[in-house]
């Protein structure tokens, strides 16, 4: 596990299931071109993990 997991914000159940199905939280922010380092870039990531869990939530 990279150190920067370790950077991951609480996520609900829903929001780690989207995490997950990329690897890590390092790699689902790698996947969108941002920082795992980067307190503004894992706040972008936070926001982008929101919305697809909504999305999800919104197809069901």
């Known amino acids: ?15 780690r299931a989207i995490v997950k199905s990329y690897g890590s939280w390092t790699e689902f922010m790698q996947s969108y071109g941002l920082k795992p380092y980067d307190l503004d870039d894992i706040e972008e990531a936070k926001s982008i993990v929101q919305a697809l869990a909504s999305n999800d939530d919104d197809e069901n």
């Open 1 to 15: 596990m990279p150190a920067t997991d370790g950077l991951q914000p609480s996520l609900t159940p829903a929001e």
